[in-house]
C-alpha cells in the first residue's frame, strides 16, 4: 500500500458526518454482510465517530449553511483553518474566539470579534435545548454573581 | 479534525465475490482493511470517500482471486498542530490527564500543560487546578466523563508493526562462540504481567490557555 498524498484536502466535520450517515444508510440496506467477522472495525468506528459528532454543531448544518458561511467570512481574511475550526465548534465567545484565530487581538479589534460572534451564531445552527433555557440561566447567575 | 488522504493499493477480490459489482466488492474490501486502524505517520483511518481509478484486474497463476490496483481517498482521523478539539475525561493518572473522543482514546495532557497551579490528589486520582481568586483558592477538579477543550500540541507515531525473531535473541550479547550452531532458543523473555501495548497514534495536548480546559470553567 502507498499513501501517495496525506493531506489531499481537510474536511469539515459536517462532510465526514454526512458521508457516514450516508453510508450507514447504504449498509443497513444490505443486510446481513456488516454482521461478518471483518466488518467490525468499520461498524465501531462508524458507530463512534457518528456518536461524537452528532453532539457538535456540524450535525444541525446543511451544505448550503456552509456555503453561506464560508462567504460571510471572505472579508474577515482568516486561514483556512481558522474557518474550518469555527465552522466546527461554533464559538460563543470571545475567548472561543480568540483560541481559533491565531494573533486574534493584533489581527481582529473588538468590534470585529463581536461581529464573528454574531455571524457564527446567525448562520449556524445552534442546540435548540441549549439555547432556551440558558437565557433564563443566565439572568439567575448574573443576579447571584453580583451579591 | 478530519483529512482526505489518497492511496494506491492492490486489492484481492476472491472468486466467491464474483457476482458482486467490482466497485462494492473494492470498497468492501479497502474498509476491511482499514477502517478503525493507524496507518504510521498518516492518522487514524475512519472510511473509505472515493475511488479515484480502477486499473485493469489481473488474475495470476496459483491464485483464482482477482487482483486490481486501486486509487482512493480516505476520511483519515489526523487534527493539524494547534487544532482545538474537545474531548472527555477518561482518567488521571500521574503521567496527566486521558482523554478520550469515543473514536480516539490516546490522548494525553501532561502535567506541565495543565493550568497552573495543579495538583494530583492521590486519594481520588484526580487532577485539579487551584484557581486563586481575590476570594480566595478554589480547587476545581477535573473529573472522569467531564467535557473538556484542549489544543493538540504533539502527535506521537509509533511504528507497532510485529517484530522479527532477533529482538528476543539480543538477551543473550556475548555469545559469539554460539553463532554457527543454532542457540539453545533462549526462554522469551517473560511477559511482564499485564505487557503494555503501545498506542501507535498518540496525541498530546496542552488547556495552559483561557479558553481551555473543562467546558463548565468558561460556561457562564
Keep these: 500500500m502507498e499513501v501517495k498524498n496525506a493531506n489531499s484536502a481537510m474536511l469539515s466535520n459536517y462532510e465526514v458526518f454526512k458521508l457516514l450517515t450516508d453510508l450507514k444508510e447504504q449498509r443497513k440496506d444490505s443486510g446481513k454482510t456488516k454482521h461478518a467477522a471483518g466488518h467490525q472495525n468499520l461498524n465501531t468506528i462508524m458507530y463512534e465517530t457518528l456518536k461524537y459528532l452528532s453532539k457538535t454543531p456540524c450535525s444541525r448544518q446543511s451544505p448550503e449553511i456552509v456555503k453561506e458561511f464560508l462567504t460571510t467570512m471572505m472579508p474577515h481574511k482568516l486561514t483556512k483553518a481558522e474557518k474550518l475550526q469555527l465552522l466546527n465548534h461554533r464559538p460563543q465567545t470571545a475567548v472561543e474566539i480568540q483560541l481559533m484565530v491565531e494573533e486574534s487581538e493584533e489581527r481582529l479589534s473588538e468590534e470585529q470579534i463581536e461581529d464573528l460572534i454574531e455571524t457564527v451564531a446567525g448562520i449556524l445552527p445552534g442546540d435548540p435545548e441549549q439555547e432556551n433555557p440558558a437565557s433564563a440561566d443566565a439572568d439567575m447567575d448574573e443576579g447571584t454573581k453580583e451579591t | 479534525m478530519f483529512v482526505l488522504v489518497e492511496m494506491v493499493d492492490t486489492v484481492r477480490i476472491p472468486p466467491w465475490d464474483f457476482h458482486k459489482q467490482l466497485n462494492e466488492a473494492i470498497a468492501e474490501e479497502l474498509n476491511k482493511k482499514l477502517a478503525n486502524k493507524v496507518v504510521y505517520n498518516v492518522g487514524l483511518c475512519i ?159 496542552t488547556i495552559c490557555e483561557p479558553g481551555l480546559g473543562l467546558l463548565s470553567w468558561w460556561n457562564s
Design chain 2, 47 to 205: 472510511c473509505l470517500y472515493d475511488v479515484t481509478k480502477l486499473d485493469d484486474s489481473y488474475i495470476f497463476p496459483g491464485d483464482g482471486a482477482a487482483h486490481t490496483k486501486v486509487h482512493f481517498r480516505y476520511v483519515v482521523f489526523h487534527p493539524f498542530l494547534d487544532e482545538i478539539l474537545t474531548g472527555k475525561i477518561k482518567y488521571c493518572s500521574q503521567e496527566g490527564v486521558h482523554v478520550t473522543m469515543g473514536f480516539f482514546d490516546d490522548i494525553l495532557i501532561p502535567p506541565e500543560s495543565l493550568q497552573q497551579p495543579a495538583k494530583f490528589d492521590e486519594a481520588e486520582q484526580v487532577w485539579l487546578w487551584e484557581y486563586e481568586t481575590d476570594e480566595g483558592a478554589h480547587d476545581l477538579y477535573m473529573d472522569q466523563g467531564e467535557e473538556i477543550r484542549f489544543r493538540v500540541t504533539d502527535e506521537v507515531f509509533v511504528d507497532t508493526s510485529p517484530t522479527g525473531p532477533t529482538a528476543a535473541q539480543s538477551d543473550a550479547p556475548a555469545q559469539a562462540g554460539q553463532s554457527t550452531a543454532p542457540p539453545p532458543p533462549p526462554p522469551p523473555p517473560p511477559p511482564e504481567e499485564g505487557e503494555k501495548k503501545e498506542a501507535p497514534y498518540t496525541l498530546i495536548g
